[in-house]
């Protein structure tokens, strides 16, 4: 009996994690689409695509450390490092997910073009907001020591 008991927590703590992650995805996802609009459309005919990538980097940071905290606060997450970087291991998972099966199709690209087609200087920040956004949930509920 005990043991069902554990495992019906466990099993709701896996779901709370997973529907944490997907709302952080979707949070992600949305900062990202708007900001890549604005890019695109806006700053990129205006300056150069590059000058524009760097300029987002900076908005996408500060858009995963709102979207994170609002999910820890939303769903109340212990500061658990499992438990947070649970999180973010969901959201990096669908994104990476909808990277390969939705936007490189679009463009007309495979894995291997895409990376082809970056500049070198550039082409490390997808690659590490991916990381960010994977430990951004841990990042912003730690409560730092002076």
């Not at 703590?13 to 979707?26: M, N, P, T």
């Not at 994104?95 to 936007?103: D, F, Q, S």
Request: aromatic share 6%; charged share 15%; proline share 5%.
């Amino acid at each position: 009996m005990l043991d069902r008991t554990r495992d019906a927590e466990r099993s709701k703590g896996i779901r709370e994690i997973v529907k944490a992650g997907s709302v952080y995805f979707l949070v992600a996802l949305g900062a990202g689409f708007v900001l890549e609009v604005i890019r695109l459309e806006v700053v990129a005919l205006h300056i150069s695509a590059l000058i524009a990538r760097l300029m987002e980097t900076p908005n996408i940071l500060l858009a995963m450390i709102i979207g994170a905290q609002w999910v820890i606060d939303r769903f109340t997450l212990p500061p658990l490092p499992v438990v947070r970087l649970g999180v973010g291991s969901v959201a990096l998972g669908f994104m990476v997910l909808m990277e390969c099966a939705v936007v490189l199709p679009l463009h007309g690209l495979s894995l291997g073009d895409y990376f082809a087609t970056q500049h070198s200087a550039v082409g490390i920040l997808p690659l590490s907001a991916l990381g960010i956004l994977t430990v951004m949930p841990l990042l912003v509920g730690y409560h730092w020591e002076r």
